[in-house]
């Protein structure tokens, strides 16, 4: 298969988005077949891509010497456009019913469109620059999309989040201008490729700038703000890019960063990691915690994805291959859990057209179907078996615990931080325990609400409150019951993903 | 196949019944019963085919799920089933008038009924834990049935010990897989040794640390202190045939994850031993003494549940610690009277809860001072209950009497290997070691015979309450008296004949047969119930028993004609510490560690805080005329340019706003002749506008970005080429 296939589900999104608004379509009917067919047909590349495509990167046109623009295709990167590529088409079905009536659909749909080209983009980047610009475009494809609704509210949250992510992928530029100029030529190989020009300090500090850099788009602390912020945007584009595309896109590049271009040898026992899981363990519990104080239903999604990204990167930055493992397996069970999460807050919000949990009292009965998926997930949030949740939680603590063990036994050679490690990555695998427990609070509380009305106050008793309709409620089984298979059989896909770990895919 | 049917079945079975109760609810039931009854029969065969196994690859990652069948599995399977058609059996009378909400209920009773068989039989911890999980959540169900707020609230508390010891039991787990490298009951004790820290038969911390974890977790469940705080909630919230389920089956259910816990894992670890038998010693003495005081039928019995599993736990104590000393009889024994007081306590509860149920549906009150007297003319009833009350107290010729004999020897027997251990100093445990054992052992051996008669007590306080004295109130009094059959055939016939095990069980040949099927050790044969020694035993118990039942309930719980509680409500776990602990305290700390990062509007904390550190710091160098001004000059500097940076970036998007983007006013009159030209232009710059408005403010984080990079790379650059 020629290699400069990989083109076609970047750039067709694109112009199909591009194309849509040059030419407005205002039948509601073409616009929706338009949409869906171009999201329909990029995904059916992408799965082309996934089974044929050589894993080998090609460079699609050059600069200069070491500045290129390079695409290809391996275990990490089609894990990641698989699963969004499974995602889009079932929540545009979702977007269509949401957006239903807005005026500013041609422009929604466009940039949603688009956005699934230019996140496919960092997927299928093969070196540094390249990810880097299609992440600094993915922040300004979305920026009108978390502005759409166009009040002071939008328009503030569009300038954190645009703030706050370009920002944060400027620190990442200097990471991207140091690997490239002492590595080999950025482009991705497993176990990296970092000549020891430059002394480990500075490399070192590259490091966490682009940790915290690109983890901005994975709101990590210190710059997670925007997240729960963000939530002020149309439900469809928190559910997709918000929990699942672009914040997944920031988790995916930190993970190229640690894995592909510095080596996690080169990093393993260093200040570097101290520095990142210790970043990562605070905001984990910091979004757990807020979560919890949290009364708006979607801004408390928000706050609990945070927590989850950081869960990723915690076990990203144990710097085993059990933790890039568990880390893409989190990834992908937590976008599932957490779309679904978003959906069923979604529905909620576009029926009853209210937004805070204290609203929520005895919903259940209203729209019993959103929130038993609701329930569903929300447990497997917490980590219950046989759901996902529990798979990759159990992936996390153990990559953890064996992380820690390891730094242990190798802590007595080396200095201070070697020393401090193994206590770190203990205190990781604990305070995924506690934020666990935290998430049973504050998740399963929201169902146990909708189903019974806390103090007997239903609110809904005489309501007309209807359940959702089938196009929102369609996207949502089929989560949910991704859920309970993937929680199942989760062979295949932690077969796959050990291999990736490993670097053998 | 066979395992498949009775664990997988009644999931099937759920929804069939489920299906068919919504067209005719009769029918409906028969389908239930049905089912029970199909379990209830395969279980038999399968107690007949004990060694089979069976393993579900693929299902979850790792081994997939195993099951096997051993005496004491099959034993146990059998009980439940036996539970649950007693239960089926009683319910169409007690559900006769309320059926909202029936069909869930119905559901998820069934339901559990497949999860319970699957922990029952399972063959590894991983497959216990799922099926422990699914019959968490859907127990739940049953817990908040009436939905009333007070079922709700217990919902919540049952809910969230069941997820709390859900999650510690997944820790555990976790540190256990991580130590032994696998989660099966038959590879565990092989793996596991040659691990331990020294040559003695110690586990390493981490494999206690599981311990630990997995014995809260199941403890959770088994209502072991300090996570019984559910129990004398959800019971009296939760309809009868639900309450003898969950005090009968699923207590039994954590027992038996300690239990194999304890045989498996941490077998001859003494310091575990000593961990169970600290947390059943509490346990058993607290439900005792909470029951004793309690004034309400259903919360003494809940309350009653939780001093026996404090009995079971006791036993399992004393298995560990005589395997820690390699004493195999004194372990049989321990054993023994461990499966033996689990079965009979299952079989107890059943009844006793029906009982309740019958009150219940009867009067629909549980407190006693309205209850009293209504069993005077209730003869079947109180036969019953009379069983019950014999049984539980351990009366001789009664089931109780047996396992708890069997446990009272065995730990006589303990305090008497620990003082042997004491004077011949053994390779495994040190003598001091033995002799604090045996000091705790024998304060164990009072706090266990004192149980036993608060028991024997507070079934004196329920019996001669509920069916013997008379009503204050005369008035009701007659009406109780004059009231017809209080329930239908059925029923009857399910809690009589429930209530025959007490006898049945009651016969040492019967008992020492199934013990020595469970158990598979024909130590238990030579067993002799009816020996002076062993009746003395149970007679201190009993003299205590009718001692604080003449002085303490007659005479201080009994007051003015009517019983009251005079335990303060203060000392409640839930509310005093559990609660404010989670909701407030906890999140409390994190939220005031949080709130010192985590309000940040990106600049202006840093600097304050940069700032006040720069002060302090240029304070330690006090006198210096030099540095001190520069650092806080400096930092104001920093703070203004900062203030000035964002000023300036807001008022050119103002200015932006205002002058190139300002919004235009569409002319209406045309709008159907707009140029083509004109559409698309004014599309574009809908589109783009909130771009360019966002595009100023990132375009310079960007350049601030790109100027700090070109700063560190001079100051690389420059490092490399000096």
């Known amino acids: ?505 | 196949m066979l395992i498949a049917m009775v664990v997988f079945g009644p999931f099937i079975g759920a929804a069939a019944a489920a299906a068919i109760g919504k067209r005719n609810e009769k029918a409906g039931e028969y389908a239930a019963l049905f089912v029970t009854a199909v379990v209830l029969g395969l279980t038999l065969v399968l107690a007949g085919a004990a060694g089979l196994s069976l393993i579900i690859p693929g299902i979850l990652s790792g081994s997939g799920l195993t099951f096997c069948v051993t005496g004491f599995r099959a034993v146990y399977a059998v009980i439940t089933a036996i539970m649950w058609v007693g239960t089926t059996l009683f319910s169409p009378e007690y559900f006769a008038h309320e059926k909202e909400n029936l069909g869930r209920y119905k559901f998820f009773v069934l339901f559990t009924l497949g999860a319970v068989e699957g922990v029952m039989l399972s063959a590894d911890l991983m497959t216990a834990f799922v099926f422990f999980e699914v019959l968490s959540l859907t127990s739940f169900t049953w817990v908040i049935h009436e939905e009333t707020w007070a079922a709700i609230r217990a919902g919540y508390t049952y809910l969230f010990v069941a997820v709390i010891g859900g999650l510690l039991l997944f820790m555990g787990l976790v540190l256990l897989e991580h130590a032994a490298g696998t989660l099966s009951f038959a590879e565990l004790s092989t793996a596991l040794q040659g691990k331990g820290a020294s040559a003695d038969s110690l586990a390493q911390p981490q494999v206690l640390a599981a311990g630990i974890l997995i014995l809260l977790g199941f403890g959770a469940k088994a209502g072991m202190f300090p996570l019984h705080i559910w129990l004398p909630k959800a019971h009296p919230a939760a309809p009868s045939p639900a309450s003898a389920l969950l005090s009968g089956i699923l207590t039994k259910v954590g027992v038996y994850g300690i239990l194999m816990t304890a045989l498996y894992v941490l077998a001859g670890d003494y310091r575990f031993g000593l961990i169970v038998l600290a947390a059943g010693l509490i346990t058993m003495l607290l439900g005792a003494v909470l029951a004793l005081f309690s004034i309400n039928l259903k919360r003494t019995l809940a309350c009653s549940s939780m001093s026996q599993i404090g009995f079971i736990l006791t036993g399992i104590a004393v298995t560990v610690l005589m395997g820690a000393v390699g004493e195999e009889e004194a372990v049989m024994t321990a054993l023994s009277g461990t499966v033996q007081h689990m079965i009979n306590h299952s079989l107890l509860k059943l009844t006793l809860f029906m009982c309740a149920g019958v009150v219940v549906m009867n009067l629909h009150t549980l407190t006693l001072d309205e209850i009293r007297g209504w069993g005077r003319n209730k003869t079947a009833l109180k036969i019953a209950f009379a069983l019950g009350g014999l049984g539980i107290s351990g009366v001789p010729l009664f089931n109780g009497y047996i396992s708890k004999t069997l446990l009272h020897e065995g730990i006589v027997e303990a305090i008497h290997v620990m003082r042997e251990a004491q004077e011949s100093s053994l390779v495994t445990i040190s003598a001091t070691t033995a002799g604090n054992i045996a000091n705790l052992l024998q304060v164990g051996e009072w706090i266990f015979l004192f149980s036993g008669g608060l028991t024997f007590a507070y079934m004196c306080k329920l019996f001669f309450c509920i069916f013997v004295e008379k009503n204050r109130d005369a008035d009701v009094q007659e009406k109780f008296d004059s009231s017809g059959r209080c329930m239908n055939g059925v029923s009857t016939a399910a809690i009589l004949g429930s209530s025959l095990f007490m006898v049945i069980l009651g016969a040492p040949p019967v008992t020492k047969r199934l013990l020595y099927f469970a158990t598979g050790s024909g130590h238990i044969l030579e067993f002799a119930a009816f020996t002076p020694e062993n009746m003395k035993g149970s007679a201190i118990s009993l003299a205590i028993g009718a001692a604080v039942y003449l002085l303490v309930v007659k005479r201080v719980l009994y007051r003015e004609d009517s019983y009251v509680n005079l335990w303060p409500e203060r000392l409640d776990l839930e509310e005093g510490l559990y609660r404010p602990a989670l909701t407030k305290w906890i999140p409390g700390v994190l939220i005031a560690v949080a709130s010192v990062f985590g309000e940040n509007k990106v600049l202006a904390p840093v600097c304050r805080r940069g700032l006040a550190a720069a002060q302090s710091a240029a304070a330690v160098f006090g006198e210096d005329k030099v540095l001190t001004p520069v650092c806080v000059y400096g930092l104001k500097l920093f703070q203004s340019v900062c203030y000035a940076v964002s000023i300036s970036t807001d008022s050119l998007i103002l200015t932006l706003r205002h002058s190139v983007f300002r919004e235009k006013k569409v002319r209406r009159a045309g709008v159907g002749r707009m140029s083509r030209m004109r559409m698309l232009r004014e599309g574009t710059a809908e589109a783009v506008r909130p771009i360019l408005r966002n595009f100023t403010f990132a375009l310079l984080m960007t350049c601030l970005g790109i100027l700090v990079i070109l700063g560190v790379l001079l100051i690389a650059i420059v490092k490399i080429n000096p």
């Open chain 1, 1 to 505: 298969m020629n290699p400069l296939f990989l083109l076609i589900p970047i750039v067709l999104p694109i112009f199909g988005g591009l194309a849509l608004l040059i030419r407005p379509v205002e039948n509601d009917i073409k616009r929706r077949i338009l949409c869906e067919a171009v999201a329909c047909v990029t995904s059916a590349c992408v799965w082309a891509a996934a089974l044929w495509m050589p894993h080998r990167p090609v460079t699609v046109y050059s600069f200069t010497r070491g500045f290129a623009v390079n695409f290809g295709v391996d275990g990490m990167a089609n894990v990641f456009a698989v699963m969004i590529s499974i995602m889009w088409p079932l929540v545009l079905l979702y977007a269509f019913e949401y957006m239903k009536g807005d005026e500013g659909s041609n422009r929604f749909f466009a940039f949603y469109v688009m956005t699934y080209g230019v996140t496919l983009g960092v997927c299928y980047s093969a070196d540094m620059i390249t990810m880097y610009v299609f992440i600094e475009m993915l922040t300004l494809v979305t920026i009108p999309l978390v502005t759409h609704y166009g009040g002071h509210e939008s328009m503030f949250a569009g300038r954190k989040y645009a703030a706050y992510t370009i920002g944060g992928a400027s620190l990442g530029f200097m990471a991207v201008v140091l690997t490239t100029m002492y590595g080999m030529d950025g482009i991705f190989r497993y176990g990296g490729s970092i000549f020891e020009v430059l002394d480990s300090g500075t490399m070192q500090l590259a490091f966490v700038l682009g940790f915290i850099g690109f983890g901005a788009k994975a709101a990590v602390f210190p710059l997670h703000d925007w997240l729960p912020t963000a939530s002020v945007a149309p439900t469809p584009v928190t559910a997709l890019l918000h929990a699942v595309a672009v914040v997944n896109s920031g988790v995916f590049a930190v993970m190229r960063m640690t894995y592909y271009v510095f080596g996690a040898d080169y990093l393993r026992g260093t200040a570097a990691q101290a520095i990142c899981l210790s970043l990562a363990i605070f905001s984990l519990l910091f979004g757990a915690v807020q979560a919890l104080r949290e009364r708006h239903f979607k801004r408390r999604l928000a706050y609990s994805t945070m927590s989850n990204l950081s869960y990723m990167l915690l076990a990203a930055m144990c710097m085993t291959p059990q933790g890039l493992k568990a880390g893409l397996a989190h990834m992908v069970f937590h976008g599932v859990i957490k779309i679904c999460l978003f959906m069923c807050a979604g529905a909620f919000i576009h029926r009853a057209r209210k937004a805070y949990i204290y609203e929520i009292n005895g919903i259940g009965r209203r729209m019993p179907d959103t929130f038993a998926a609701y329930t569903l997930c929300a447990l497997s949030l917490t980590g219950i078996p046989p759901l996902c949740g529990f798979v990759s939680k159990w992936q996390l603590l153990t990559a953890g615990m064996d992380a820690a063990t390891e730094a242990a036994a190798g802590g007595a050679a080396g200095g201070t931080v070697s020393a401090i490690l193994p206590y770190i990555l203990f205190a990781g695998v604990a305070a995924l325990i506690i934020a666990a427990f935290l998430c049973a609070m504050y998740s399963i509380n929201i169902s146990i609400r909708a189903f019974f009305p806390v103090e007997e106050k239903d609110l809904y008793k005489d309501s007309d409150v209807k359940e959702a309709g089938p196009l929102m409620l369609i996207p949502i089984y089929v989560f949910a019951a991704c859920n309970i298979l993937a929680g199942m059989f989760p062979g295949p896909i932690l077969e796959i993903l050990t291999a990736i770990g490993e670097g053998r895919l």
